[in-house]
């Protein structure tokens, strides 16, 4: 048996939508036949869903982050907070439009960035803050806003982890200027490749859009300013939309699935298992757990290999903090022996298990008795 740490879901619909668009030949970004416009319907399906009132298409979770700092007007100069303990994309947006990220430890409960470490590192430059949902676990955005509010920064959630998570009965990606989506094909919903850029200003709604098409302006091939191409193509979208008809199933899923690796789980010295706050419904996009070499018996990577050679069961690392990798290093966005504990520590002994939506309660029981056996007799 081979179990990876995360299978696509095809949707039921997919193939249909697809055949349509194809058959329609409204393939590229353009679409005037509204039958078939999946941009659209996705678009506005995707903001109602979320409790935003616009949400506008893009190629990846990674090209709305960087359109949303470019949207914000960030640019050379400024700077931004953002955790040490994320996906390089994260920080990569920031990059890409010549500001410099500034990077904030994790909080040990959540492993998401901890708000009351932000302050310190606030400066004149700073515009905005970046919170990341950390595999489906929201941040504390009331502590992230009051801050945002204190300073006069703009907020962007990046929730390319957190589709359908909620933070005290709302939406991740409801509470903050501009929040990003990720479609890529281990996401809750996923199109291969696709993102999502949601807010509730019409303003940044606009430029966005304006944006992510090269900036065009009146009359067309007239720029008054550098663009991007980060438009989703049609074709794109259909296959995204028919997977986001089925995103409630999808989310229930991976919860049902969370709970059920809790309960084999829970009771195994040595592993903490993900968190899920009062004030938190998590997505789980991805089942991580840490390892304790002593009270678990063995190392991370001991209990990893054996996982994978005895049992056929992938796992993946942790996040490897931002402020230990060398392209950040070389840019001397951070000191070389700049220590943030927390995340250091997250990446020592945490890994995800096999989080796909359609894992089965027998690949389950199979993992976790996996586990306790190596537990037992170390492999």
């Excluded at 048996?1 to 590229?28: D, F, G, H, L, Q």
């Excluded at 996906?87 to 994790?106: E, L, Q, R, S, Y």
């Excluded at 708000?115 to 929201?138: C, D, F, N, S, W």
């Excluded at 992230?144 to 920064?153: P, S």
């Amino acid at each position: 048996m081979r179990i990876p740490v995360c299978v696509p879901v095809v949707p039921r619909n997919a193939e249909r939508y697809v055949t349509e668009v194809i058959r329609k030949n409204w393939v590229s970004a353009l679409c005037l036949d509204e039958e078939v416009n999946f941009i659209r319907k996705l678009e506005q399906s995707f903001a109602g869903f979320v409790g935003v009132k616009y949400a506008t298409t893009t190629t990846s979770g990674s090209t709305a982050l960087s359109l949303a700092v470019a949207t914000l007007g960030i640019g050379p100069g400024d700077e931004v907070i953002v955790p040490t303990f994320t996906m390089i994309a994260t920080a990569n947006a920031v990059i890409h439009n010549g500001a410099k990220p500034v990077f904030v430890d994790a909080d040990e409960e959540t492993w998401c960035v901890n708000p009351l470490l932000m302050e310190q590192v606030i400066t004149e430059r700073t515009k905005a803050i970046i919170p990341v949902h950390i595999y489906g676990h929201p941040v504390d955005m009331d502590k992230i806003n009051v801050i945002a509010t204190k300073y006069d920064l703009f907020v962007v959630e990046d929730a390319a982890e957190a589709i359908g998570t909620q933070y005290k009965r709302k939406k991740a990606g409801s509470l903050s200027d501009i929040a990003c989506f990720s479609f890529y094909a281990n996401k809750v919903i996923t199109s291969g490749e696709g993102g999502m850029l949601v807010t509730n200003s019409e303003d940044f709604a606009e430029r966005a859009r304006r944006l992510k098409d090269q900036a065009f302006g009146m009359p067309r091939f007239f720029h008054d300013e550098i663009g991007f191409n980060f438009r989703m193509n049609n074709l794109t979208a259909a296959y995204a939309y028919a997977s986001f008809e089925e995103v409630e199933e999808y989310i229930e899923k991976r919860r049902r699935n969370a709970r059920l690796y809790t309960d084999g789980l829970s009771d195994i010295e040595g592993i903490t298992l993900p968190p899920e706050k009062d004030y938190a419904e998590n997505s789980y996009w991805m089942y991580g757990i840490l390892i304790d070499e002593k009270g678990f018996g063995s190392s991370k990577e001991d209990l990893k290999k054996s996982l994978k050679e005895n049992y056929g069961i992938d796992t993946r690392d942790f996040f490897y903090p931002l402020h230990k990798q060398p392209a950040v290093l070389k840019r001397g966005y951070v000191d070389a022996d700049a220590s943030m504990p927390v995340s250091e520590s997250l990446w020592r002994q945490g890994f995800y298990l096999p989080s796909s939506t359609n894992l089965t309660e027998e690949q389950i029981d199979y993992i976790v008795d996996a586990i306790k056996r190596i537990k037992k007799s170390g492999n």
